[in-house]
């Protein structure tokens, strides 16, 4: 049974998605305020946190970034209906998803599901099960194992940012508009395009030399993004460190 820990000052709330989340299968802790969660995720691990923005004494901004810190642990925020400034640090400090404010209980758990799903369980490294890698350059990502690499070096992505290059690596070479990435990548028919921004932003932080001058990911304007496949000559010295 997967573990859902749940941070929100209001109890109404906490209740609600508390009970929604126990029909759905999951099993469910609260926490009313950040230091405690962090405390709880601390000991306890769990497979989840559903986190409210707003608490009380460390905003949720403060306890995402304490919870990346301890590992990679799905997070999904809830956030005020247009606070789009307080949604887009949310993605920047590593928030998988995000759900505003007022919301459907049942969407919640849809998105619970999607974000543990898209988690999935990694393979043993170097096991049969491991299956194929997709291979760019210095890029490498394994699908099945949840694995990626640069140069050989293993890359810490959160699970939207892994299915964003998974995605970028299958289709090198082809512009992608954001409303198209949303629909592909994230499973939604509608939504806040800068979603897709901060994660294309962050992505670049982790596999390009120069993330103010992308060379691998690259804005085609009016379009959306493209996965440039470096020359053959740069590819030859790229991947000679590549995990294999």
Known sequence: MKRVLVVD??????????????????????SADGPAAVARAAAHPPDLVVLD????????LEVCRRLREQGPLPV??????????????????????YVTKPFSPRELVLRVESVL????????????????WLRVGALAL???????????TELALTIREFDLLEFFLRNPGRATSREDLMRRVWGWEFGDLSTVTVHVRRLREKVEDDPARPR???????VGYRLDAP???????DGAGDAR
């Open 231 to 237: 020359s053959p000559q740069e590819n030859d010295e």
């Open 142 to 152: 394994n699908p099945a194992a949840r694995r990626a690499t640069r140069h050989g």
């Open 76 to 97: 999904i925020m809830l956030t005020a209906r247009g606070d789009e400034e307080d949604r887009i640090l949310g993605l920047e400090v590593g928030a998988d998803d």
């Open 9 to 30: 000052d209001d109890p109404t709330v906490s209740e609600v998605v508390a009970g929604y989340l126990h029909r759905a299968g999951f099993a469910v802790e609260v």
């Open 216 to 222: 691998l990911i690259s804005t085609v304007w009016g």
């Open 117 to 132: 799903r898209r988690a999935g369980a990694p393979a043993a490294a170097g096991s049969a099960a491991a299956g194929p």
């Open 53 to 60: 923005l707003m608490l009380p004494g460390m905003d949720g």
